[in-house]
T-cell receptor
Framework: KAGVTQTPRYLIKTRGQQVTLSCSPI?????VSWYQQTPGQGLQFLFE???????NKGNFPGRFSGRQFSNSRSEMNVSTLELGDSALYLC???????????FGSGTRLTVV | DQQVKQNSPSLSVQEGRISILNCDYT??????FLWYKKYPAEGPTFLIS?????DKNEDGRFTVFLNKSAKHLSLHIVPSQPGDSAVYFC??????????????FGSGTQLTVLP
């Protein structure tokens, strides 16, 4: 079956712009989580959505937001981009109450 | 405040020998621990996990050990193969409802298996 699909794979934006990243989970997975990976920082939790509701949020500024649609697809948005937002953004999906998280290949965002 | 720490950013091991990757955590509320493997330009791939009620879990060449009193877990790969070269992340899951679905990751260890 298809894995977690993230689009686009690569993105270059300038400071001050906004960006929207998309994630399509594995069919049947209703939980979607987002993580930011920067060099030396590991993966930092952004937020988790389940049934179109944000269930948990990490320690990121309000410029980072997300949403989930009725088909479980999720988007995350970053407004007023800063150079420090350059990172690999990863989406993971899972079945409810499952320990098994499946990650997508990520979107590499570069802010110049 | 890093709740999950991988103090070795890199590790080099000869092919056929044992690779031992270490991870320390500070939050005693974590109830489940996972190891992920990541190749460049790909998302992390689940490798092996262990519940806090166990002290060992084995899957083929991979074994995870958990020492709850020391808040320490380790991943053993025996024998190591060149294809194991990747970044390995340990991750922990909390049991409170607020953090129930949140994994806390370490910063990763780059494993290089030399032929």
């Amino acid at each position: 079956k298809a894995g977690v699909t993230q689009t686009p794979r690569y993105l270059i934006k300038t400071r001050g712009q906004q960006v929207t990243l998309s994630c399509s989970p594995i069919s049947g997975h209703r939980s979607v989580s987002w993580y930011q990976q920067t060099p030396g920082q590991g993966l930092q939790f952004l937020f988790e959505y389940f049934s179109e509701t944000q269930r948990n949020k990490g320690n990121f500024p309000g410029r980072f937001s997300g949403r989930q649609f009725s088909n479980s697809r999720s988007e995350m948005n970053v407004s007023t981009l800063e150079l420090g937002d350059s990172a690999l953004y990863l989406c993971a999906s899972s079945l409810p109450n499952s320990y098994g998280y499946t990650f997508g290949s990520g979107t590499r965002l570069t802010v110049v | 405040d890093q709740q999950v720490k991988q103090n070795s950013p890199s590790l080099s091991v000869q092919e056929g020998r044992i690779s031992i990757l270490n991870c320390d955590y500070t939050n005693s509320m974590f109830d489940y621990f996972l190891w992920y493997k990541k190749y460049p330009a790909e998302g992390p791939t689940f490798l092996i996990s262990i519940s806090s009620i166990k002290d060992k879990n084995e899957d083929g060449r991979f074994t995870v050990f958990l020492n709850k009193s020391a808040k320490h877990l380790s991943l053993h790969i025996v024998p190591s193969q060149p294809g194991d070269s990747a970044v390995y992340f340990c991750a922990s899951r909390g049991i409170s409802s607020g953090s129930a679905r949140q994994l806390t990751f370490g910063s990763g260890t780059q494993l290089t298996v030399l032929p």
